[in-house]
């Protein structure tokens, strides 16, 4: 168990008293929970040196509590809180806008315990009647339930891709295996991912299969025969294999990615030309000669198209441009010379301006940007304009030790309700690179919010509009806003729109970055970090962004550094 482990059993606990409609008590399993989160070092070692109650909000019952889940693993307080609270009642927080004292309202107001019978409340306007929920909330509520439906059981790129790679990586070390690849929809990129979908090309796959069962992570063998496998994992993602002879791995690396839409579109123009397409091969229909299979890239050459990347199978237009040799070159990982959004502790990072220096030498960048909150965003520690002007000086300080990365100095400036940004504009002419975003009032009408980012494009005093949608996945869907007028502001004021890397934005998502990319707005790629760790979500970044069918010249963070420099000078001030 680690600090998270521990911190998530608490807030389970404040969650399921305030559920009880206890009072007090919860906050204060928050307050514990949040300094356990936030400490530095593992809890175990602040035990073992007799330190526990000195973290701040563990007091004398907590700290039993926490000493017995680290032994042993298990709190019979939460089990019993458990039992004693309906399952669906605790389900209903999932939904975004449900915390525990409204679903504890609703449940005694309406009877609702469970998210089914809270959908069928809300439909028949139920809600509206309770005292302290109003229509709004019963609208925000139905559209928290769309957006959990919309996830269903699928989990995010960024999880599933390092899960997929492992399991890979795995069966390659503990077997002979001829080729093997991911396939599905984690293969095109998709920003969630329903199961994983694994490939083996093998002309005797008997011992893989059986290493793939027996991977030590898997918690039930669902089939098992002798060219396919399904295991579910812990934690409940499903992961197919598929084995077929090496001289077919072509032809089935290209059915089992997907997506379905990309595959008709491929059959029909087989049949046009007389041609049997399926996971074994592309055949003539008449004689049975098998015309192509080993490679995909065959595969696509005898259908008379040119290769398509995985990211753009998804039937919307990649066809017909294959067929007249017009693919876009799409942009690749190795083309990226930095990150544009990075945090550090001088807002709500972890990591010091000079750690996150060291990790852009490491991933080989030529320029990494500071771009830290400001002081209207409280609950992150955003900078005021001084604390802003003494960073600037301290990212020059960490830049001359770094030995060569350029260091940006820079701002995730608030774009505050009224349109205007939360910093003084002399303070942002000093920058290098000024990020506006949203981070507040998200349910403002759609012709409010529109105004509100399009002034701050048109202020000139950005370069970079964050994460422009504020989605997150699962959680929130996207805030209300034209983006067609947006993207035209951008492009007419130079302002690039961000491609947040994070796994739970992928913000633009990739539609939109097509949209970008035809009104001729660039894409900024920024982690949006908040540890040093999460530098590496850059990739999700560039698989979207390719999704939306951008070249390298679509991405401004492709520039060299003295390029980029020559551009963001020439834009502000
Ligand atoms: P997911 O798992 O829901 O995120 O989406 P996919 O695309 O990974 O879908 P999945 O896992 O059901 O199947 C993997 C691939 O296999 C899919 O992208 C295309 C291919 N495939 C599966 N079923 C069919 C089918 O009935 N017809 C065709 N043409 N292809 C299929
Ligand atoms: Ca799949
Ligand atoms: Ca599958
Ligand atoms: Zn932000």
Not at 35 to 41: A, K, S, T
Not at 104 to 116: N, P, R, T, Y
């Amino acid at each position: 168990m680690d600090n998270s482990d521990v911190a998530a059993v608490l807030y389970e606990i404040a969650d399921l008293l305030e559920l009880q409609g206890v009072a007090f008590k919860p906050q204060a399993y928050r307050r514990a929970a949040r300094n356990i989160e936030q400490l530095d070092r593992p809890l175990s070692e602040v035990v073992a040196e007799g330190k526990l109650d000195e973290v701040p909000g563990v007091g004398e019952a907590l700290s039993k509590k926490v000493q017995e889940l680290l032994s042993t693993g298990e709190l019979p307080y939460l089990d019993k809180l458990r039992s004693e609270v309906p399952e669906g009642l605790v389900r209903m927080l999932e939904v975004p806008d449900v915390g525990p004292k409204t679903a504890m309202l609703l449940h005694q107001e309406l009877g609702v315990s469970s998210v089914e019978e809270l959908k069928a409340a809300a439909l028949a306007h139920r809600l509206r009647g309770v005292k302290g929920l109003g229509e709004k909330t019963e609208e925000r509520i139905l559209q928290g339930i769309k957006v959990l439906e919309s996830k269903g059981g699928r989990m995010l790129l960024g999880e599933a891709l390092p899960m997929a790679e492992e399991y890979v990586e795995y069966l390659k070390s503990s077997q002979r295996v001829d080729r093997i690849s991911v396939a599905g929809s984690l293969r095109r990129g998709r920003d969630t991912i329903g199961d994983i979908d694994i490939l083996v090309g093998d002309d005797d796959p008997g011992a893989v299969i059986d290493a793939f069962a027996a991977y030590p992570a898997v918690e039930a063998v669902l089939v098992k025969g002798p060219t396919k496998c399904s295991v579910r994992l812990d934690g409940g993602t499903q992961v197919d294999l598929r084995a077929v002879e090496t001289k077919s791995y072509g032809a089935a690396l290209q059915y089992f990615t997907g997506s379905k839409e990309h595959n008709v579109a491929l059959r029909r123009i087989g049949v046009e030309m007389g041609l049997k397409l399926n996971e074994y091969g592309l055949f003539e229909r008449d004689s049975g000669r098998m015309v192509a299979g080993a490679t995909e890239e065959e595969v696509y050459s005898a259908l008379g198209l040119a290769y398509i990347p995985p990211e753009i199978r998804e039937n919307s237009g990649e066809v017909e441009a294959a067929r007249q040799g017009r693919v876009p070159e799409l942009v690749r990982l190795d083309q990226v010379k930095g990150d544009l959004h990075v945090h550090t502790d001088w807002s709500d990072g972890s990591d010091p301006v000079g750690k996150v220096l060291s990790e852009a030498t490491r991933r080989g960048y030529e320029y990494v940007a500071i771009t830290d909150h400001s002081q209207s965003l409280k609950i992150a520690n955003g900078l005021t304009p001084e604390r802003l002007r003494r960073q600037v000086d301290a990212v020059r300080k960490a830049e001359d030790l770094a030995g060569g990365v350029v260091a940006l100095a820079g701002s995730e400036v608030d774009i505050l309700p009224d349109g205007s940004l939360d910093m003084p504009s002399d303070v942002l002419n000093d920058l290098d690179i000024v990020i506006g975003s949203v981070h507040s009032r998200f349910k403002m009408d759609r012709a409010e919010m529109t105004k509100r980012v399009v002034a701050a494009i048109s202020s000139g005093r950005i370069d970079v509009l964050g994460h422009p949608t504020g989605r997150l996945i699962g959680q929130r869907g996207p805030y209300e806003l034209d983006l067609p007028t947006v993207l035209g502001a951008a492009a007419e004021h130079g302002v690039c729109v961000e491609v947040n890397c994070f796994p739970d934005r992928l913000d633009l998502r990739d539609a939109d970055c097509r949209a970008a990319g035809a009104r001729g707005v660039r894409v900024s790629l920024g982690t949006d970090s908040h540890r040093v760790e999460h530098m590496g979500f850059i990739r999700l970044g560039v698989i979207t962004a390719r999704r939306g069918w951008l070249g390298p010249g679509d991405v401004l963070n492709t520039l060299g550094a003295s390029e980029l420099a020559k551009h963001l000078r020439g834009r502000r001030r």
